[in-house]
């Protein structure tokens, strides 16, 4: 059985007011010895149990380390990374995201001891009026500095920017943008800024304190990255990803291609198979899988973290160790959820998986011919794909592709 690991370490030396993260910055070193023995009982209960489900063996392809800030840490990882280890595909991908304060050669010798073979930093703006709005603890030189060192010890390495954020014009976005390239980064993501409820940008955008930009303005830094890293040899491979050959982020594929993860930790998700229950399988025998979170607040993640459980099935193990299932879903939230995802990547939507989950055959509806007609949408095989320039409005396009089932 290959998965995907997920691991978040919720832990911030600073809250900027934009992250909707699972996180916090009250904290001590017994309650991070705590979260991290309970991350290792997590890992060892759900790894046996899926084990014992299915009769294999699990490996993961992939480890990525998000938070919050997992920089943090080092040595505080070992025991967790031994029994990962037991489990890893050779090869496997392990990704630390880190901010830019917390990145000096002690740390990346850690790190890359560890095993650990990709970085993700945060850079979010290399302007100085956009890292004192965005509440960015570093400056542009400490972050070029950072991604300089990363580059030099563990080479496959993300840059974080945000596109959207208040006084930004366009030309901040242009320089960001070509900052980027001649940076050598070999990967990007690239996030619009979005005002989430529990924040304090989501609590002044309410007020009317601040104004979120204009969907023309957001399309524009759409185009612009586009054209840019285009032209400086970065493949498209996501609405928010752009790598260089052979840099792509194996991990992020799982989530796009609807493959399964296991997450453990606060505010993790994970997306593991749920066997062979009649209301998880769709009329081919596809199996939709189970969606399931963990509690936010790492004080009460911890509280509902047993040391043993006593459940067979999935989901009661699941429960047992805290979580909570998305009892919600069926074969329709479950299509839903892939054609979303897939039609903003390169990879675009298989339709014979749709199919297999739908029971019905692809009969693209007028729109959809169109798109074809004019080629910003194309059939290769079962594939269906679109051009990039249309992956920014993939909600119109995902109703029309879900009613064409």
């Not at 209960?45 to 997992?70: A, D, I």
């Not at 619009?192 to 930009?213: C, H, Q, W």
């Not at 999935?314 to 329709?332: A, K, M, Y």
């Amino acid at each position: 059985m290959r998965l995907g690991l997920y691991i978040h370490i919720p832990f911030c030396s600073f809250l900027c007011h934009y992250c909707d993260f699972a996180k916090t910055a009250n904290y001590d070193s017994i309650l991070v010895q705590d979260y991290f023995s309970a991350l290792l009982n997590q890992f060892r209960v759900l790894t046996r149990h899926l084990e014992q489900m299915s009769g294999r063996p699990v490996s993961f392809s992939s480890v990525y380390f998000g938070g919050g800030t997992p920089g943090l840490f080092t040595t505080e990882y070992t025991s967790l990374l031994n029994a990962v280890y037991e489990h890893l595909d050779p090869g496997a991908e392990i990704t630390m995201e880190c901010n830019p304060k917390n990145l000096n050669q002690n740390a990346l010798d850690a790190w890359k001891g560890m095993g650990v073979n990709r970085l993700s930093i945060g850079v979010q703006t290399l302007h100085k009026k956009g890292l004192e709005i965005l509440t960015r603890d570093h400056d542009a030189s400490t972050a070029l500095r950072a991604l300089e060192l990363a580059m030099h010890a563990i080479p496959s390495v993300n840059m974080d920017l945000i596109y959207g954020w208040p006084g930004q014009d366009a030309d901040d976005w242009v320089s960001d943008l070509h900052q980027l390239v001649n940076s050598g980064v070999p990967h990007a993501s690239l996030y619009s800024l979005t005002y989430e409820d529990r924040t304090p940008f989501g609590r002044m955008a309410r007020r009317g304190k601040v104004r979120p930009a204009a969907d023309e303005a957001l399309v524009d830094r759409y185009v612009a990255a586009r054209e840019i890293l285009g032209a400086a040899g970065f493949e498209h491979d996501e609405v928010s990803n752009w790598a260089r050959s052979k840099f792509t982020c194996r991990h992020n594929w799982l989530y796009w291609d609807f493959k399964h993860f296991l997450g453990i930790g606060a505010g993790a998700h994970g997306f593991l198979p749920a066997g062979t229950s009649a209301e998880a399988m769709a009329p081919d025998g596809v199996d939709i899988g189970m969606r399931y979170s963990f509690p936010r607040d790492v004080r009460t993640f911890l509280r509902r973290a047993p040391d043993s459980v006593i459940s067979e099935s999935l989901t009661s193990v699941v429960r047992e160790l805290g979580g909570e299932i998305d009892e919600g879903r069926d074969l329709d939230s479950a299509l839903i959820e892939y054609v979303g995802g897939a039609l903003r990547t390169r990879h675009g939507i298989d339709l014979s998986l749709c199919e297999k989950i739908t029971g019905q055959v692809f009969s693209p509806r007028p729109v959809v011919v169109e798109a074809l007609k004019r080629g910003i949408a194309w059939r290769d095989g079962p594939r269906l794909r679109f051009d990039p320039a249309e992956w920014f409005r993939e909600n119109s396009w995902a109703s029309e592709v879900l009613l064409s089932f």
